[in-house]
Each structure stands twice: as structure tokens, then as C-alpha cells.
């Protein structure tokens, strides 16, 4: 089977698989869900292609442990990120100079927690880049460690076995395999879908809130012209 690296070849799940095998695939996913430096790596793919891979026996290992350690990595790696913006993160991101976050960025994160509650968590196993900030940025924000843990697993049970079974239920589909590269692109598609919205929203308030600062002077002189006419 070929699959398509979107992006370098050591990218390509099908490249990580066959090279580093099932430690590789959960050192990667370690490191993509509460890392800063596994940000770039291709997670949704690559638990997507390793199901296909055992369910189509061109990799030896059994899904159901499979499976259980990835769901396991992905625990251990939010974990790990959550700790680390607890008792590093407001040490190097709470400065406003700090090249990596601000301090404004903390404070919106607390807020994202408080609109949406733990249950943020689990939404951010499924998008790409904010499911490796998002445990980090819950350490920084104080966020309770009873709340996180338990949705944290939510979240890596959900995302962990979820999209690799979907790998190894879609890997007995004769389509699935003729296309392959198709459908990993759909997957990367799909899992950005979120970041986009979500610009959009934030552009949209953007310039709804820049034409009302725009209104608001214009509006004072009218004002004071009806007083002056009194």
C-alpha cells in the first residue's frame, strides 16, 4: 500500500509504520498530544492507517492492544502536557514578551474553559496542532486536575480507539484501499474543519467589533448637536 506524505516523506504514515513500527506510532502519539515539538505530527493519518494496516494483516500486532496502548500514550501524553503548563508554563508564557505565548493568550484560555468546560478537552482530541496546546494550556490556566483527568481520558479513549477502528472497519472496503490516498486526505480535510470555523467566527467578531468602534464617534456629534439646538 502507498499512502501520500502531506508534507515530507517522513511524514507519510505508511513510512512511520513500516519504519518504526507500533512503538514508533505510540512515541508519536506521546508526543503530539501534549508536546510542544508534536505538533507537526500527522496523528488522525496515522492512527487511521494503522488500523487498515492490521486489519489487512500487513502489520503483525494484535488491534485490541494496539488499541489499549494508544489510547494509553495519548492519557499519558496530555497528562504530560498538563503538568508541564503547571508548573513550567506560567514561568514562560505569563510574559507579555514571551515569543512562544502571551499572557493574553492564557487569560483566553481560561475563558474557553469556563464558556465550555472540561468537555473542551475531548473537542480538542480531533483537531489537529490544539489537541497538543490544549492539555498545556489547561495546566497554565489552573485548570482542576479531577476535571482534566477524567476527560482526559474521555478524550483518549474516544479519539485514541475511535479512529483506528475507523481505519480497520474501512480497511475491509475494497474502495478504501483503491483510494487510500484520497481518504487520508479527506481525514487531514476534516480534522482542520474546526480551525477553520473557528477563524471565521474570529474574524467575523473582528470586524463586527472594528464597525462598531467605527460608529461610535460619529454618533457623540449627534448628539451634541441636539443638545446645542436646546
Wanted: hydrophobic share 50%; glycine share 10%; proline share 5%.
Amino acid at each position: 500500500m502507498t499512502t501520500l506524505a502531506l508534507g515530507p516523506s517522513w511524514l507519510d504514515p505508511d513510512y512511520l509504520l513500516n519504519t518504526f513500527g507500533v512503538w514508533g506510532l505510540l512515541a508519536i502519539v506521546f508526543a503530539e498530544s501534549g508536546l510542544l515539538i508534536g505538533f507537526f505530527l500527522p496523528g488522525d493519518s496515522l492512527l487511521f492507517t494503522t488500523g487498515l494496516l492490521i486489519t489487512t494483516k500487513q502489520l503483525d500486532f494484535p488491534l485490541w492492544l494496539c488499541i489499549v496502548l494508544i489510547c494509553i500514550a495519548a492519557i499519558l501524553g496530555d497528562q504530560a502536557g498538563y503538568l508541564f503548563g503547571k508548573k513550567v508554563g506560567p514561568a514562560l508564557f505569563n510574559r507579555p514578551d514571551s515569543k512562544l505565548f502571551k499572557q493574553e493568550n492564557v487569560v483566553k484560555a481560561h475563558e474557553f474553559f469556563e464558556k465550555y468546560g472540561p468537555k473542551s478537552l475531548v473537542l480538542a482530541r480531533f483537531v489537529p496542532i490544539v489537541r497538543t496546546f490544549t492539555p498545556i494550556i489547561a495546566g497554565v490556566s489552573g485548570m482542576r486536575y479531577r476535571s482534566f483527568i477524567t476527560f482526559n481520558i474521555i478524550g483518549g479513549i474516544l479519539w485514541g480507539a475511535g479512529v483506528t477502528m475507523l481505519g480497520a472497519w474501512l480497511g475491509k472496503i475494497d474502495f478504501v484501499h483503491k483510494n487510500i490516498e484520497a481518504i487520508l486526505i479527506l481525514i487531514v480535510l476534516i480534522s482542520v474543519v474546526p480551525i477553520v470555523i473557528e477563524f471565521l467566527r474570529a474574524r467575523s467578531k473582528s470586524k463586527k467589533a472594528a464597525a462598531a468602534e467605527g460608529e461610535a464617534p460619529g454618533a457623540a456629534p449627534s448628539s451634541r448637536g441636539r443638545h446645542a439646538k436646546r
